[in-house]
T-cell receptor
Framework: LAKTTQPISMDSYEGQEVNITCSHN???????ITWYQQFPSQGPRFIIQ???TKVTNEVASLFIPADRKSSTLSLPRVSLSDTAVYYC???????????FGAGTTVTVRA | EAGVVQSPRYKIIEKKQPVAFWCNPI?????LYWYRQNLGQGPELLIR????????DSQLPKDRFSAERLKGVDSTLKIQPAELGDSAVYLC????????????FGPGTRLLVL
């Protein structure tokens, strides 16, 4: 099973861009990477998903390089309300398995 | 549209007692997941259902944990007997079907075993 690793924590300030990288060494060409956000006492909530190059939605961007050994979640111009734990999830279609990272705690300061 | 519903939200029990958690997924979602989340860690998949069938229960401690999803809608996860190490948040999620589909999570049940 591919191991999914991400930094434990990151600090930022309001208005800055936050980039969180997830490492996933052994994923296949069509395995999807999904990012979730979790606030205390709530379940994780979907942010963005992709399997190659770049995906952008109204809240984030996801960059996946050609070697697919990592992916980067980019949060533009963060605010205090973006303080949360962010999880990377890889769907391994060949093994029919899911691999969650341990989460990155992002703290945004004023 | 109603989200994933879980009950109870909190449960405190003595060790060796049984406990059960209930989940009602989003209407029309064929796939249902049960996760355990320990403090400061990511969700750990316990079991995944596609309709009534448990398609992945490889991480479910079968000596004390059991789950069912009768009629392919709501689901119950049971622990009997509970141990101190079972204290965690138990999350239920549902999705439309394929492995990469977006999962919608409930608020979780926080279990404390004393």
């Amino acid at each position: 099973l591919a191991k999914t690793t991400q930094p434990i924590s990151m600090d930022s300030y309001e208005g800055q861009e936050v980039n969180i990288t997830c490492s996933h060494n052994n994923i296949a060409t069509n395995d999807y990477i999904t990012w979730y956000q979790q606030f205390p006492s709530q379940g994780p909530r979907f942010i963005i998903q992709g399997y190659k190059t770049k995906v952008t939605n109204e809240v984030a961007s996801l960059f996946i390089p050609a070697d697919r050994k990592s992916s980067t979640l980019s949060l533009p111009r963060v605010s205090l309300s973006d303080t949360a734990v962010y999880y990377c999830l890889v769907a391994l279609r060949g093994d029919y398995k899911l691999s969650f990272g341990a989460g990155t705690t992002v703290t945004v300061r004023a | 549209e109603a989200g994933v519903v879980q009950s109870p939200r909190y449960k405190i029990i003595e060790k060796k007692q049984p406990v059960a958690f209930w989940c009602n997924p989003i209407s029309g979602h064929n796939t249902l997941y049960w996760y355990r989340q320990n403090l400061g860690q990511g969700p750990e998949l316990l079991i995944r259902y596609e309709n009534e069938e448990a398609v992945d229960d490889s991480q479910l401690p079968k000596d004390r944990f059991s789950a069912e999803r009768l009629k392919g809608v709501d689901s119950t996860l049971k622990i009997q007997p509970a141990e101190l190490g079972d204290s965690a948040v138990y999350l239920c999620a549902s999705s439309l079907g394929r492995l990469e589909e977006t999962q919608y999570f409930g608020p979780g049940t926080r279990l404390l075993v004393l």
